[in-house]
């Protein structure tokens, strides 16, 4: 099945400064990698997300590049602040097992600190 | 976006009773719903998928006898947590595709808290 490899796992920043975290995966089947930003005690909440077909994406402050060939997807925040201070998780999601159709796979998480 | 409620948002119970939390989609259809389960610090782990209509996927190592899923419409999935122990004492989240493609994206509640003493 997928694995997913994230990395840091802790990022601490200083305010304005940029944030990257980077995953990687291991089925080459998977096509869809989305973001997840979630704060103590909530769900996790979709920030941004790729598909195969494009090599990035972008949304105001937000950035995810996929590079299928190696494998591997970064998120990028720039001018980061306080809020941004969170868990992001990146997945991916390829064939499932056990009979569902497909399945998200998450990597472990980064706790983002962003000081002021 | 899409939105996915779920309720309770916590619960605590005793050991040996059931719980039932409840999934909706508040603002779209959702032909598949999942389940999953978060330990403190830990990732979000898949237990069980569910299409409308249709009995659900568990994944490897997840009792079906002990987590019932009912997924009965398009806009409803519930989770009842048999004959709770504290070891099932979790963080529990579901989550709402709004297709059934690989693609679709995948729009997650609240999550509910479950304690059982």
């Known amino acids: 099945g997928e694995n997913v490899e994230q990395h840091p796992s802790t990022l601490s920043v200083q305010e304005g400064d940029s944030a990257v975290i980077k995953c990687t995966y291991s089925?080459?089947?998977?096509?869809?990698f989305p973001w997840y930003k979630q704060e103590l005690g909530k769900g996790p909440q979709l920030i941004i997300d790729?598909?195969?077909?494009?090599g990035e994406k972008k949304d105001q402050r937000i950035a995810v590049t996929l590079n299928k060939t190696a494998k591997h997807f970064s998120l990028h925040i720039t001018e980061t602040q306080p809020e941004d201070s969170a868990v992001y998780f990146c997945?991916?999601?390829?064939?499932?097992?056990?009979?569902?159709?497909?399945?998200?796979?998450f990597g472990k998480g980064t706790l983002l600190t962003v000081n002021p | 976006g899409a939105v996915v409620s779920q309720h309770p948002s916590w619960v605590i119970c005793k050991s040996g009773t059931s719980v039932k939390i409840e999934c909706r989609s508040l603002d779209f259809q959702a032909t598949t719903m999942f389940w999953y389960r978060q330990f403190p610090k830990q990732s979000l782990m898949l237990m069980a998928t569910?299409?409308?209509?249709?009995?659900?996927?568990?994944e490897q190592g997840v009792e079906k006898d002990k987590f019932l899923i009912n997924h009965a419409s398009l806009t409803l999935s519930t989770l009842t947590v048999t004959s709770a122990h504290p070891e099932d004492s979790s963080f529990y989240i579901c989550s709402a595709s709004t297709g059934g493609g690989w693609t679709d994206t995948q729009y997650f509640g609240p999550g509910t808290r479950l304690t059982v003493l």
């Open positions: 569910s299409n409308e209509g249709s009995k659900a996927t568990y």
């Open positions: 790729i598909r195969s077909n494009v």
């Open positions: 997945a991916a999601k390829g064939p499932g097992s056990g009979g569902s159709n497909y399945k998200l796979t």
């Open positions: 089925d080459s089947a998977s096509n869809y």
